[in-house]
């Protein structure tokens, strides 16, 4: 008996070291539980921004022409190269001039053959007023003899009308460059009859458009439509002016910067009922060329009039369904999602519509460390723009 109360003894005793040594491990694990996160925090920037609307649209070319002939008859010569620069007035094409120039000669002719029946119908005319009405020439007679002399007066006057017509045909034969631009290719070669008129079915031998400057087409919605109106009116207290005269600046599909600058020059009239937009107009100089009716675009217009606003990173901007929020650290270094209106970005800040104020305290990285009401270890860096500690710090 006396052994078996010792073996209860000694098996108790090790439950009770066990235990202790359990209750010490806990104590240890709690001693060492890592400390709040570290990250990087700043104040929001403040900056004088201006507010854009960005559309994407389409260039259309100032003058666009089809070059077609006013007179058929087979194609002569061709005066240009496929796709140069012409400029107003440079010969393009030549129709045969041969049966033009032989109808102006006749046309000439019937004019002298107008002015000698003129000329006998006028000395016959005389004749007839001096004689005696009555005894040597009736009154019949020299009523034809007037007669006579205006028919040949209006024949005259027709043939000198055909003469005309028959000269304008053969300058029409060559035909030159109605505006300055770029030519597109020869739609008929040399040799081919050429249909011409100013009615019917008449044959296109080639297209001009102008390139400098060039016109940029794009259609906007009713309420950015009334954004530049107030634009334009605080710009011009007079009178508002729908816009017109608003800067612009626009970007190529290739490009990654707004580097061509132009004006608003056209806003349409009404509001397209079936899209609730309206088409607008900016001009843009192309000296070089590059620009080219037909190319897509992304044209910036600005909305507002400058104003200060508060901006962060993109990174210190996180994500909850469709809500967009930073995390804000309060006096007791606990981080709090605060939810935010985006704008645009501004020299690679984002804006900060609404959500923010100018003395919240931010988490500008360490972004995935943190957890809504949790404790971190807030650490300022010294660079004054939260761009700069961003990039200082990845």
């Given at each position: 008996?006396?052994?078996?109360?010792?073996?209860?003894?000694?098996?108790?005793?090790?439950?009770?070291?066990?235990?202790?040594?359990?209750?010490?491990?806990?104590?240890?694990?709690q001693?060492?539980?890592?400390?709040?996160?570290?990250?990087t925090?700043?104040?929001?920037?403040?900056?004088?921004?201006?507010?854009?609307?960005?559309?994407?649209?389409?260039?259309?070319?100032?003058?666009?022409?089809?070059?077609?002939?006013?007179?058929?008859?087979?194609?002569?010569k061709?005066?240009?190269?496929?796709?140069?620069?012409?400029?107003v007035?440079d010969?393009?094409?030549?129709?045969?001039?041969?049966p033009?120039?032989?109808?102006?000669?006749?046309?000439?002719?019937?004019?002298?053959?107008?002015k000698?029946n003129?000329?006998?119908?006028?000395?016959?005319?005389?004749?007839?007023?001096?004689?005696?009405?009555?005894?040597?020439?009736?009154?019949?007679?020299?009523?034809?003899?007037?007669q006579?002399?205006?028919?040949?007066?209006?024949?005259l006057?027709?043939?000198?009308?055909?003469?005309?017509?028959?000269?304008?045909?053969?300058?029409?034969?060559?035909?030159?460059?109605?505006?300055?631009?770029?030519?597109?290719?020869r739609?008929?070669?040399?040799?081919?009859?050429?249909?011409?008129?100013?009615?019917?079915?008449?044959t296109?031998?080639a297209?001009?458009?102008?390139?400098?400057?060039?016109r940029?087409?794009?259609?906007?919605?009713?309420?950015s439509?009334?954004r530049?109106?107030?634009?334009?009116?605080?710009?011009?207290?007079?009178?508002?002016?729908?816009?017109?005269?608003?800067?612009?600046?626009?970007?190529?599909?290739?490009?990654?910067?707004?580097?061509?600058?132009?004006?608003?020059?056209?806003?349409?009239?009404?509001?397209?009922?079936?899209?609730?937009?309206?088409?607008?107009?900016?001009?843009?100089?192309?000296?070089?060329?590059?620009l080219?009716?037909?190319?897509?675009?992304?044209?910036?217009?600005?909305?507002?009039?400058?104003?200060e606003?508060?901006?962060?990173?993109?990174?210190?901007i996180?994500?909850?369904?469709?809500?967009?929020?930073?995390?804000a650290?309060?006096?007791?270094?606990?981080?709090?999602?605060?939810?935010?209106?985006l704008?645009?970005?501004?020299?690679?800040?984002?804006?900060?519509?609404?959500?923010l104020?100018?003395?919240?305290?931010?988490?500008?990285?360490?972004?995935?460390?943190?957890r809504?009401?949790?404790?971190?270890?807030?650490?300022?860096?010294e660079?004054?723009?939260?761009?700069?500690?961003?990039?200082?710090?990845?």
């Amino acid at each position: 008996m006396t052994q078996r109360f010792a073996t209860i003894g000694a098996v108790l005793l090790l439950l009770s070291a066990g235990l202790s040594g359990c209750g010490e491990e806990k104590s240890a694990a709690q001693a060492a539980a890592p400390p709040p996160p570290q990250v990087t925090v700043a104040k929001p920037t403040k900056k004088v921004v201006t507010d854009y609307d960005e559309y994407v649209g389409r260039f259309v070319a100032l003058d666009f022409v089809e070059v077609r002939a006013r007179v058929s008859g087979y194609l002569d010569k061709i005066h240009f190269t496929d796709g140069q620069m012409v400029k107003v007035g440079d010969p393009l094409f030549t129709v045969d001039r041969r049966p033009f120039q032989a109808a102006l000669d006749q046309a000439k002719a019937t004019i002298e053959q107008g002015k000698a029946n003129v000329a006998f119908a006028e000395a016959d005319l005389e004749r007839g007023k001096n004689l005696p009405v009555g005894t040597v020439i009736t009154q019949q007679t020299l009523d034809q003899r007037v007669q006579a002399e205006r028919v040949a007066q209006a024949n005259l006057t027709a043939a000198e009308a055909q003469t005309r017509q028959a000269d304008l045909d053969l300058q029409f034969t060559e035909l030159s460059a109605p505006i300055s631009g770029r030519i597109g290719d020869r739609r008929v070669s040399v040799g081919n009859l050429v249909t011409g008129g100013t009615t019917g079915t008449t044959t296109l031998l080639a297209t001009i458009v102008s390139v400098d400057p060039i016109r940029f087409e794009f259609t906007m919605d009713e309420a950015s439509y009334l954004r530049y109106l107030n634009a334009a009116s605080v710009q011009r207290a007079d009178s508002v002016d729908r816009g017109l005269g608003l800067n612009a600046q626009l970007k190529l599909i290739d490009e990654k910067d707004f580097v061509h600058q132009g004006r608003i020059d056209f806003v349409d009239n009404a509001i397209d009922t079936s899209s609730g937009t309206i088409r607008g107009r900016a001009v843009f100089k192309n000296a070089d060329g590059r620009l080219t009716p037909g190319m897509f675009g992304r044209i910036r217009i600005q909305a507002q009039q400058p104003a200060e606003a508060l901006l962060v990173p993109d990174q210190a901007i996180g994500t909850e369904q469709v809500r967009k929020f930073v995390y804000a650290v309060n006096s007791e270094n606990v981080a709090t999602p605060k939810y935010v209106t985006l704008g645009p970005v501004v020299d690679g800040l984002r804006v900060i519509t609404a959500g923010l104020s100018a003395d919240d305290t931010i988490i500008v990285n360490g972004l995935m460390r943190v957890r809504p009401g949790s404790k971190v270890t807030p650490q300022q860096l010294e660079a004054s723009n939260p761009k700069d500690q961003a990039v200082r710090t990845n």
